[in-house]
């Protein structure tokens, strides 16, 4: 298995090719995700596998674990997207209703707080740098996904907000990759985000026309 820690030298820094090949992948997701097609879970699921590796190296637990949560939510994600396409052959996406957006908050926030404590009086777990950030990152990528397996516009969000941590925490942990694809993602985030906005709108809008001409 040593060449899962194979790596070579960009500009005199260390890069992992799981690291990579990871992010390279992951990057990918945001574009399937943008297109709404089943591929994006088994591209995510393998991305997650290949950071987990990159991650255990690097000794981030923080994003190792998070990365094996990554691994469910892409076979739930993909389970619940199949589901949503069976029943209207194409996937509907909304924007969540206040109680979800306060429950996706709630567990944000309060996630974030358990997981930090847990980071801090663990030892084994060995985060040296930021157990708050790392706590976020974890919880937040989380919620991003669980979200996005609905469908809900919003999990574009949690993602913008997790990228301003992601990247000093990746640079911190010496997964250089990691911080310039957290950077890209942030401008793909950003254009998917208007995408799913835009579509999620046009149901609400045929809804008008049809009370237009009713009336």
């Given at each position: 298995?040593?060449?899962?820690?194979?790596?070579?030298?960009?500009?005199?820094?260390?890069?992992?090719?799981?690291?990579?090949?990871?992010?390279?992948?992951?990057?990918?997701?945001?574009?399937?995700?943008?297109?709404?097609?089943?591929?994006?879970?088994?591209?995510?699921?393998?991305?997650?596998?290949?950071?987990?590796?990159?991650?255990?190296?690097?000794?981030?637990?923080?994003?190792?674990?998070?990365?094996?949560?990554?691994?469910?939510?892409?076979?739930?994600?993909?389970?619940?997207?199949?589901?949503?396409?069976?029943?209207?052959?194409?996937?509907?996406?909304?924007?969540?209703?206040?109680?979800e957006r306060l429950v996706l908050g709630a567990v944000l926030?309060?996630?974030?707080?358990?997981?930090?404590?847990?980071?801090?009086?663990?030892?084994?777990?060995?985060?040296?740098?930021?157990?708050?950030?790392?706590?976020?990152?974890?919880?937040?990528?989380a919620v991003a996904t669980f979200a996005q397996s609905r469908?809900?516009?919003?999990?574009?969000?949690?993602w913008i907000l997790v990228d301003l941590v992601g990247v000093?925490?990746?640079?911190?942990?010496?997964?250089?990759?990691?911080?310039?694809?957290?950077?890209?993602?942030?401008?793909?985030?950003?254009?998917?985000?208007?995408?799913?906005?835009?579509?999620?709108?046009?149901?609400?809008?045929?809804?008008?026309?049809?009370?237009?001409?009713?009336?």
């Amino acid at each position: 298995m040593s060449w899962l820690n194979a790596s070579f030298t960009l500009f005199g820094e260390h890069v992992l090719w799981t690291d990579l090949l990871g992010n390279a992948l992951s990057l990918a997701v945001v574009y399937l995700a943008m297109r709404k097609t089943l591929w994006t879970w088994p591209v995510q699921l393998t991305g997650a596998l290949l950071l987990l590796a990159a991650s255990l190296h690097a000794h981030a637990p923080g994003n190792a674990l998070k990365q094996v949560l990554f691994c469910g939510l892409a076979v739930f994600g993909f389970w619940s997207w199949r589901q949503g396409r069976q029943t209207g052959g194409s996937l509907l996406v909304r924007r969540a209703t206040a109680r979800e957006r306060l429950v996706l908050g709630a567990v944000l926030l309060g996630g974030t707080a358990v997981v930090a404590q847990l980071f801090i009086h663990l030892t084994w777990l060995q985060v040296a740098w930021s157990p708050w950030a790392n706590a976020y990152i974890f919880v937040g990528s989380a919620v991003a996904t669980f979200a996005q397996s609905r469908a809900l516009v919003d999990f574009w969000i949690v993602w913008i907000l997790v990228d301003l941590v992601g990247v000093p925490l990746a640079l911190k942990s010496g997964l250089y990759v990691s911080a310039a694809v957290y950077g890209i993602f942030f401008f793909m985030v950003m254009a998917g985000f208007r995408d799913w906005l835009r579509e999620s709108r046009r149901p609400v809008e045929s809804a008008r026309m049809r009370d237009a001409v009713a009336a």
